[in-house]
C-alpha cells in the first residue's frame, strides 16, 4: 500500500500535522533579500493574517525556530521573581524545565496527566505566594487536555503576575482571543493546528509586557522580545529569518483569515466530537478499556489521545494503521506504549477524519481479535 507519509489526506500525527501541497510549492520561489521592501511587504501581509488568527491588534512575532525558542523568550523576559509552573502533560512539564534552566525560582502545580488545573486551587496558591509569572499550556499535546487559560490569566492577573501561555496546539484550532481575554504573551507553532511546515514559532505580547521585559537583565540576545517587538514594528524579524517558510506562511496563513477563525473553531470543534464518539463506539465493541485520556469537557479540538487496553501496545497500532495507508501517534511520554493521540487539526476535515477513523477501527478490530481469552 502506498506509503501514507505520501498520500495527501492521511497524515495525521500530532504534530507535524500535513501540509498542503501548494503550500510546501511556495518554498520553492526564488530567494529575496531579507533586509528590503520586498520582504518587509510579505511581513506585513503576514502581520495582517496574524492578527486575525491571534486576535489582537498588536505585533505578532515571528521567530526561526520551533515554539520552544519564544518559550525561553518568555521567561528570560519575564519579570524578575518566582514563577509558579502549571504542569499537566509533558509539554507543560518542558515549560517549567525552561524556567528552571534558565535560573528562576519556582514552585509547581503538578495535576493528573489528562486533567486540568484546579482553579481553586490555583487561586489559594497565587495568593499565599507572591509570584512574577505563571506558565500554562493551553492545549497539551501529550494528553489533549484543554486548559481555561482565559481564566488563568485572570487570576494571575489578579494576583499581580503575568501569564505566559504555550497555545502550540491551541491557536489556529481552539478559541483563543488575545485582546479580548487580557492575555500577557501567548505563543504557537508553525507545524501544529496552522498546518504549516515545522520551522517558525508566533508569539505575541501586551506593550506592558515588553515595557517591563526592557528592565530585565539576562534576556539573551537571539530570542530577546524586546527586539523581536522593535523590529516587528519595521515589518522585520531581529536575525536572518527562514524565508522559505515565510512564503509557504504568507499563503497559509492568508487562507486560514479568509476561512475566518469561528469557522475554522467549528470545523475542529467537529472533528474532535467525531473522534470521541468513534472511541466510544469502539469501547462499546471491544471493551471499557479504550477511552479518551482527557476529561469530558476539558478536551481539545486539535487532538486526542486514546488510552489503549493492557493487552495492547501503541507501536502495533500505529503499525497496523500504516498498514492501512494512515500515520497517527503514539502517545508521548509516559504515556508513549499506553497510548495513541490522533491529531484532527489544521486543514484536515471531517470527510478525511472518517477514513482515517475507518482505518484505525480495522486495525483495532484486527488487533483485538488476536487477543488471547482471558
Known amino acids: 500500500m502506498t506509503s501514507s507519509l505520501l498520500t495527501n489526506g492521511t497524515f495525521f500525527f500530532p504534530g507535524p500535522t500535513e501540509v498542503r501541497a501548494e503550500v510546501m510549492q511556495q518554498m520553492t520561489k526564488p530567494m529575496i533579500p531579507h533586509r528590503g521592501p520586498l520582504f518587509e511587504d510579505m511581513f506585513a501581509r503576514i502581520q495582517d493574517s496574524l492578527r486575525v488568527i491571534f486576535g489582537t491588534t498588536r505585533s505578532v512575532y515571528v521567530s526561526s525556530s520551533s515554539a520552544t525558542g519564544l518559550m525561553e523568550a518568555a521567561v528570560r523576559c519575564a519579570p524578575a521573581g518566582r514563577v509558579l509552573s502549571i504542569v499537566n502533560g509533558a509539554f507543560s512539564a518542558r515549560f517549567s524545565a525552561i524556567v528552571k534552566a534558565c535560573a528562576r525560582e519556582s514552585d509547581v502545580i503538578d495535576v493528573a496527566w489528562g486533567e486540568t488545573v484546579d482553579l481553586d486551587?490555583?487561586?489559594e496558591k497565587l495568593r499565599a505566594t507572591r509570584y512574577a509569572a505563571v506558565t500554562v499550556v493551553h492545549s497539551e499535546t501529550s494528553t489533549g487536555a484543554l486548559t481555561d487559560v482565559r481564566t488563568v490569566a485572570r487570576l494571575a492577573r489578579e494576583n499581580g503576575a503575568v501569564c505566559l501561555v504555550d497555545?502550540?496546539?491551541?491557536i489556529g484550532g481552539a478559541e483563543l482571543r488575545f485582546d479580548d481575554w487580557e492575555l500577557d504573551f501567548a505563543l504557537t507553532g508553525s507545524q501544529k493546528a496552522l498546518a504549516l511546515p515545522p520551522g517558525l514559532a508566533f508569539a505575541s505580547a501586551t506593550s506592558a509586557f515588553i515595557e517591563q521585559a526592557k528592565a530585565q537583565?539576562?534576556?539573551?540576545?537571539y530570542f530577546d522580545l524586546v527586539e523581536f517587538d522593535a523590529y516587528a514594528s519595521k515589518n522585520q524579524t531581529p536575525n536572518t529569518p527562514a524565508i522559505p517558510l515565510f512564503f509557504a506562511a504568507e499563503m497559509q496563513?492568508?487562507?486560514?483569515?479568509?476561512?475566518?477563525?469561528?469557522?475554522r473553531w467549528a470545523r475542529h470543534a467537529a472533528m474532535a466530537k467525531r473522534t470521541y464518539e468513534w472511541v466510544d463506539a469502539l469501547a462499546a465493541r471491544h471493551g471499557g478499556e479504550l477511552r479518551v485520556l482527557a476529561t469530558a469537557g476539558k478536551r481539545s479540538p486539535s487532538v486526542t489521545s486514546i488510552t489503549l487496553p493492557s493487552t495492547i501496545k501503541s507501536s502495533g497500532v500505529l503499525k497496523a494503521v500504516a498498514s492501512r495507508g494512515f500515520t497517527i501517534?503514539?502517545?508521548?511520554?509516559k504515556n508513549?506504549?499506553?497510548?495513541?493521540?490522533i491529531g484532527h487539526m489544521g486543514d484536515h476535515t471531517l470527510e478525511g477524519l472518517g477514513r482515517c477513523l475507518a482505518a484505525c477501527d480495522d486495525a483495532f478490530a484486527e488487533l483485538l481479535a488476536e487477543r488471547p481469552a482471558p
Open 329 to 333: 501517534g503514539s502517545g508521548y511520554g
Open 217 to 221: 537583565p539576562g534576556r539573551g540576545l
Open 121 to 123: 486551587v490555583l487561586a
Open 253 to 263: 496563513l492568508a487562507a486560514i483569515a479568509e476561512e475566518t477563525m469561528a469557522v
Open 167 to 170: 497555545s502550540v496546539t491551541g
Open 336 to 341: 508513549k506504549d499506553t497510548s495513541i493521540r
